[in-house]
């Protein structure tokens, strides 16, 4: 298990990487961005909780005051990430956006010398730099306008509630497993999300749809590829190597949401985004080439 976990934490970059083909596409029936990011989050609660009912009911047994880890990973966490992030989107460009996520390798780096005593090895240092470098030139950031200082504050708490999963996934996967913490985070997440999402007018969108069992179908698939599996395979991944290095390994998401662009979207693959590919590449084969210190 521990040798495929690189694998595992990878693959949930590259499924987290194209969440933009689901999102772009439920926009289209008029759903908001803090709806689409609700509907991800209650459907994946809903799918998680059917897993563990189909794999064994056990997984759904917790003591009463472990609620609180999973109130944290699941919204301060999950809720708060996805929320800040779609609000960083409406107030910036998606590339500023999506460069203030990714300083979640540092905060959780930050993080894990405070809480789990982790030394800042010349490796980390290395990939940290390369994945941070990466993440510039994949987004493009650096062209002209301004941003306003909200949307600043707002990037930057979502990649607080980005990275701080892996901190108290952490802690929380010493007492269960990963089917069991995903679940959990889920439903508590999705419980914050009830609150916020304006379920009525969700409802009456779907029953207006020309196709609504369609509209049921791609929010199903939404959940399932950009939130139920990336999660559950980053959690199996973070129970065998470290925060920090899990938190950089997952910086291949803009990279395979850059080429997802092009592909699907036709948008443009300048140099920069390409010189970006090839730093975030290096930084992964740099975490895994050399030993962990």
């Not at 809720?79 to 300083?103: E, G, H, N």
């Not at 693959?269 to 084969?285: D, E, H, K, N, Q």
Request: aromatic share 10%; with cysteine.
């Amino acid at each position: 298990m521990k040798k495929m976990a690189p694998v595992f934490i990878l693959t949930a970059g590259v499924l987290w990487g194209i969440m933009g083909i689901f999102v772009r596409r439920l926009e289209t029936y008029q759903f908001t961005s803090l709806q689409i990011a609700s509907l991800r989050i209650i459907g994946g609660a809903a799918v998680f909780l059917l897993i563990a009912f189909m794999k064994d009911r056990k997984l759904l047994k917790i003591r009463p005051r472990d609620i609180v880890w999973f109130i944290g990973t699941g919204i301060a966490s999950i809720l708060l990430f996805t929320v800040c992030y779609f609000r960083t989107i409406s107030m910036a460009s998606l590339s500023v956006a999506a460069i203030l996520l990714y300083t979640a390798p540092i905060i959780v780096m930050l993080m894990s010398l405070v809480v789990f005593k982790e030394k800042l090895t010349r490796q980390k240092a290395a990939a940290l730099l390369l994945a941070f470098l990466g993440c510039v030139f994949v987004t493009g950031i650096g062209g002209s306008g301004h941003t306003p200082a909200a949307a600043v504050g707002f990037g930057l708490v979502s990649a607080f509630g980005y990275g701080l999963y892996s901190i108290l996934g952490t802690f929380v996967l010493r007492r269960y497993g990963p089917v069991t913490v995903t679940t959990y985070s889920f439903l508590c997440g999705g419980v914050g999300a009830l609150f916020i999402c304006d379920l009525p007018d969700i409802c009456r969108k779907i029953q207006s749809a020309r196709r609504p069992g369609h509209v049921f179908l791609l929010i199903l698939l939404t959940a399932v590829v950009t939130a139920v599996l990336p999660y559950l395979f980053y959690t199996i991944g973070l129970s065998s190597v470290r925060a920090s290095s899990a938190s950089i390994m997952a910086s291949v998401e803009p990279v395979v949401a850059t080429i997802a662009g092009c592909v699907v979207f036709g948008e443009a693959l300048t140099p920069l985004s390409l010189t970006g590919v090839v730093l975030v590449v290096g930084a992964i084969v740099t975490l895994n080439i050399f030993p962990d210190g």
